[in-house]
């Protein structure tokens, strides 16, 4: 069982639809990462947070430390959002390594 | 400020060639790892560096050397390439280890025949 879980694997929406990725994990952790990686491959960090409530454009990223879950918002969804979103955590007992989630592939069509 | 950047973007290898994968950061960041992708896989990281003159194993290290070789510059070698090595290679930055925001280089696609 992998320590942080993604939810759901796939997603395909319309355009100007409200998204929600979840990211529950299994491990104490102090913060979560979210990161898209596009299409062509890129990698780009999102956000990290390690509680409460981070936005940024349309993005939001929540928090619940206590329950073990995160989860990343996209209000008004453009097709440049697909991409692949990714939640990274590193546990407690590690300052440099993040156990990966598997990832969400979304897809916004027009 | 050209953030983290990687070369070669591509290469094709030989099964037993060696070859060497350059990152430079200008971001004057501390940390700095290295991670592979495989097809329909996440990342998992090969080595970090955590500062300058230090350089410890992550996830699959087996088959790769690195060189923290500044504080700009963390470099990966294949000594003898595998066609198990064949995969997107990502190098990343970050200020610090946990608490960093990881940035990431555009990658190098690998292949091994």
């Known amino acids: 069982k992998n320590e942080v879980e993604q939810s759901p694997q796939n997603l395909t929406a319309q355009e100007g639809e409200f998204i929600t990725i979840n990211c529950s994990y299994s491990?104490?952790?102090?913060?979560l990462h979210w990161l898209q990686q596009h299409p062509g491959g890129g990698i780009v960090s999102l956000f990290m947070l390690s509680s409460g409530k981070k936005k940024h454009g349309r993005l939001i990223a929540t928090i619940n430390i206590q329950e073990k879950h995160s989860s990343l918002h996209i209000t008004a969804s453009h097709p440049r959002d697909s991409a692949v979103y990714i939640c990274a955590a590193p546990p407690m007992d590690s300052n440099y390594q993040l156990i990966w989630g598997a990832g969400t592939k979304l897809i916004i069509k027009p | 400020n050209a953030g983290v950047t990687q070369t070669p973007k591509f290469q094709v290898l030989k099964t037993g060639q060696s070859m060497t994968l350059q990152c430079a950061q200008d971001m004057n960041h501390n940390s700095m790892y290295w991670y592979r992708q495989d097809p329909g896989m996440g990342l998992r990281l090969i080595y970090y560096s955590a500062s300058e003159g230090t350089t410890d194993k992550g996830e699959v290290p087996n088959g790769y050397n690195v060189s923290r070789l500044n504080k700009r510059e963390f470099s990966l070698r294949l000594e003898s390439a595998a066609p198990s090595q064949t995969s997107v290679y990502f190098c990343a930055s970050s200020e610090d280890g946990r608490w960093g925001e990881q940035y990431f280089g555009p990658g190098t696609r690998l292949t091994v025949t």
């Open positions: 491990v104490g952790i102090s913060a």
